[in-house]
């Protein structure tokens, strides 16, 4: 025992068949991410994008499995993110350490959403909780750093092809919205390492292109409409004999939102020696959806008074009286929308002192723009409405509703169409910048080093918007102009009648009857006012300089720094006056011309 044995084996030319084995191990994009989670030098959450291996996806969905992220979704995509209980105002969005543009449309605010990015060319994706003072000063929340693919990441020759379908049942028979059946995902992965120049192995190479159609439905149910907006319930007082809230509002809605998203990246790494690197990385975003999306909303609501209701009502059965103020509304809408984001980086690091120091210069450019040619809707409504919601043995969220009384909501020939609002948005967004760090290590006892940098950075942003209001002046009835009548909700609610969604164009569009809609006094100056009031530009220059050093004693990291930054802001918007003299509000004695006119004078 503990003295060393020595065996021989004689092996001849005969092939030994050896018993079946697995090899496994972690993703490679995994292992690189926790590498740099357990590098890095502040409190940040590391993931790879392939972690749950779904290529070209919305990022929201590997966000949303990280700790102490939440994400919103809206029509069945991830749109919005949160930390620390704050949404997008509050996050920095980054992509390989710059800031990168972002765009909502509708608006010309920092918000950013997440359909507007893709996993396609994203090797990890970095959430930072506690700055350093080597990054912007411009988050409270946290940072959003994506970063791309490098082909000096992978070993050898890889190249990926993912294709997938998915379909969804949307109430089919109910629903006039349908998911065709197509290949809704496509995805190719390029990476490898050349030879170029006369160089060995010194270009690498990651390139990605996908598309992904991602068709969704919502269901809304319950006190939507107007009443929903305002106060949508009657309370019971002392006095009012009412012993449980009455629901002043019952509907139910659909909202179909086609999604469709195009990814292409390439990234180009050259080893100019041991010691430098060049690169150069692009990714561009699209978001063109040919279709466009449809909201189908119907509701039923009535006066805020005990009057209005049968005496007796409770929240369990409740009866609402066909009076003048009782009405059944339907409301058509449609949204066209195109997105684009492009970023682009090139830059060079270099190693000096033997390794223990490295500079990074870097220069990035980002462009991002969401546009909605037409943003419509039109409604219809009918007065005089008796109904009922009947919540007795019924589920949760689909009460009874029945009409008692009145026209009926379920014919076209009752309704007559009221207005029709025609919007349009666009919101560019350019980013650029300058970055300059060197980190040096030093060879001391503990692993101790030092760090300092500047940037620069200049911010465009921009919004236009254009609103038309429009009064109906024709006769009842929108049979002519049917667009959709349809069981909502499951099955539960209907069939109630639609317009057709505005800008579809024929002969059913009723928008295109120009004879039959008019601009009041009202219409006129409410147009101009919501118009102008969407308009707006700015400009952000930021300077910033910063010095920092850190040691790691065993477990822990001690850092401290400095940074300084200095911002200069210009703007133009919209300046509306709100004196008494000025007169503030529309005049409808004067002609819709003349009150537009007011309307920009003001």
Known sequence: PGAPARAEFALTSAVYRLEKFTVSGLREGQALAIQRQSQAENARTVAAADSFGNPAANPGELLMRLPGVAVNYTSGEAVEIFLRGMGTSFISLMTDGNNLAS??????????????????????????????????????????????????????RRVDLTLGTRW??????????????????????????????????????????????????????????????????????????????????????????????????????????????????????????????????????????????????????????????????????????????????????????????????????????????????????????????????????????????????????????????????????????????????????LPLYWKAGARWERDWRSQNTDVQNYTYTGPRGIGPFLGAQFVQAAGNYGPFPFLLAPGAGGAADITERADIWTQTAADAYNSVTSSLQGDASFIETIGAAYGMGGVKLGPVRVLAGVRVEQTQNEGTAYRRKTSASAGTTSVTSLPPAANAARAVAQ
Do not use: C
Not at 111 to 119: E, G, I, N, S, V
């Open 168 to 445: 969804t049942d949307l109430y089919s028979g109910k629903s006039p919205s349908k998911d065709p059946a197509r290949l809704d995902l496509v995805t190719l992965n390029f990476s490898d390492v050349f030879g170029v120049f006369g160089g060995t192995r010194n270009l690498g190479v990651a390139f990605n292109v996908s598309h992904r159609s991602a068709p969704t439905l919502t269901d809304a149910v319950g006190g939507i409409g107007a009443a929903a907006a305002g106060a949508g319930h009657v309370l019971p007082t002392a006095t009012n004999g009412l012993t449980t809230p009455l629901l002043r509002a019952m509907g139910s809605g659909e909202t179909y939102a086609p999604t469709h998203k195009q990814n292409v990246g390439l990234n180009l790494d050259y080893r100019l020696g041991e010691r430098s690197f060049l690169y150069w990385r692009n990714t561009l975003n699209l978001n063109v959806t040919p279709e466009t999306s449809k909201i189908y909303r119907q509701s039923t609501s009535t006066a805020a008074a005990v009057a209005s209701f049968e005496p007796g009502s409770t929240y369990d059965l409740q009866r609402a009286l066909p009076i003048a103020g009782s009405v059944s509304e339907v409301f058509s809408g449609q949204s066209r929308k195109k997105a684009s984001t492009y970023a682009v980086s090139g830059g060079l690091e270099h190693r000096l002192a033997g390794g223990a120091g490295q500079l990074t210069f870097d220069a990035n450019y980002s462009r991002a723009t969401t546009w909605y040619p037409i943003n419509a809707d039109l409604t219809a409504n009918v007065s005089g409405i008796g109904w009922e919601i009947d919540r007795r043995g019924q589920p949760a969220w689909y009460p009874a509703f029945r009409q008692t009384a009145g026209p009926s909501i379920y014919d076209p020939a009752n309704y007559t169409p009221r207005t029709y609002i025609r919007r349009s948005y666009r919101a560019p967004n350019e980013r650029a910048g300058l970055r300059l760090d060197f980190r040096r290590n030093l060879a001391t006892a």
């Open 103 to 156: 765009s909502v449309g509708t608006s010309s605010s920092r918000d950013f959403q997440l359909t507007a990015l893709d996993t396609g060319n994203i090797e990890t994706a970095e959430v930072v909780r506690a700055p350093t003072p080597d990054m912007p000063a411009n988050a409270i929340a946290g940072y959003l750093n994506l970063i791309s693919r490098r082909g000096f990441d992978r070993r050898g």
